[in-house]
């Protein structure tokens, strides 16, 4: 019998005991307030002291790492129908004072980071990780953005990078890449297929192009 796939409504700002309730591996759908973030805002927020772009405002305590299809209405609305997650693994040297300053504790994006940031970054912020599924989910995800609230840092940062406030109803669906504990689901996972990759590549040819233009050691597959 196929095992079923545990779904969660999560209302935002979600706290602690709700978050403690995540199990790694589980389907999560967000309603409530969540902002969008990238390398610019990080990076000015961080490193250039400008704080969060507005002070006393209800950014959400949710942030995305992704790329929103935006556009400007004529009447001077914002409209954003798809959010594409960006790899997170970059934000990683901003992450501690990034939780400080914001208050966040729950970060979404693409690809996970890794044990040693959870273990490290996460836990003492009482915050957990949410992975996007698969790739091209950008318009489904669009479907769940119900306002655009706000948005700041536009002309600092230009469209692409600058931060988004939107309200959304049943956005997702996200899987919980990283619970409270630290616990990583695709750490988890690798561990179950990482022993039969070498008989999987045996008689292969070495790799042309290297993964991340790091390795090509099978070992280092992700999901």
Known sequence: MASTIKTVELTLPASVEALRKLEIGTVVYLTGRLFTAREGVYKRAIEEGAGMPAANVDLGTANFHCSPAASIEPDGRFNVGAVTATASFRFAKWLDGWFKLSGCNIIIGKGG??????????????????????????????????????????????????????????????????????????????????????????????????????????TDEVI
Do not use: C
Request: no cysteine; proline share 5%.
């Open 113 to 218: 980071m890794t044990s040693e940031i959870y273990r490290n970054v996460f836990v003492p912020n009482k915050a957990i990780y949410l992975t996007t599924v698969g790739y091209g989910t950008g318009a489904l995800l669009g479907r769940g953005i119900k306002d655009v609230p706000g948005v700041y840092w536009r002309n600092e940062l230009g469209l692409a990078q600058a931060v988004w406030v939107l309200d959304v109803e049943h956005f997702g669906p996200f899987i919980v890449e990283s619970d409270l504990d630290g616990a990583s689901l695709f750490e988890r996972e690798n561990e179950k297929i990482a022993p039969g990759l070498a008989q999987l590549y045996e008689g292969t040819k070495p790799a042309t192009l290297r993964r991340y233009g790091e390795t090509d050691d099978k």
